[in-house]
């Protein structure tokens, strides 16, 4: 096998790989059960898309897309802060203890 060959099938097993994780990411987001799982399933999805963007690269020989696929981390980072602190937000706070029904 040349070198070439192991190269194409590389890139197709990977593109098979990533497509696979990307559906099962999807089916998490849309079936949850919860705020935080939707979140983290959408973080995955950034992290699937670096690597679509990572064997796209490696497959064209293109090393720009290595820039790219930094600026959507760093995109996909922000964004699940923002998602975290509004999680956080959400939470209601413990109501304060009045001190009624003690002796």
Do not use: H, W, Y
């Not at 190269?7 to 705020?35: D, H, M, N, Q, W």
């Not at 922000?78 to 029904?101: C, I, K, N, W, Y």
């Amino acid at each position: 096998m040349s070198g070439e060959s192991f190269l194409e099938f590389s890139v197709l097993a990977a593109f098979a790989a990533l497509s696979l994780a990307f559906f099962l990411t999807v089916v998490r987001v849309l079936k949850g059960p919860t705020l935080p799982d939707r979140i983290l399933a959408l973080d995955m999805l950034v992290a699937i898309g670096i690597g679509f963007i990572a064997v796209t690269g490696v497959s064209t020989g293109v090393a720009f897309n290595v820039d790219i696929a930094i600026a959507l981390g760093l995109v996909g980072f922000l964004a699940t802060v923002a998602f975290a602190r509004f999680v956080l937000s959400r939470q209601d706070p413990e109501p304060p203890d009045s001190g009624e029904g003690r002796s």
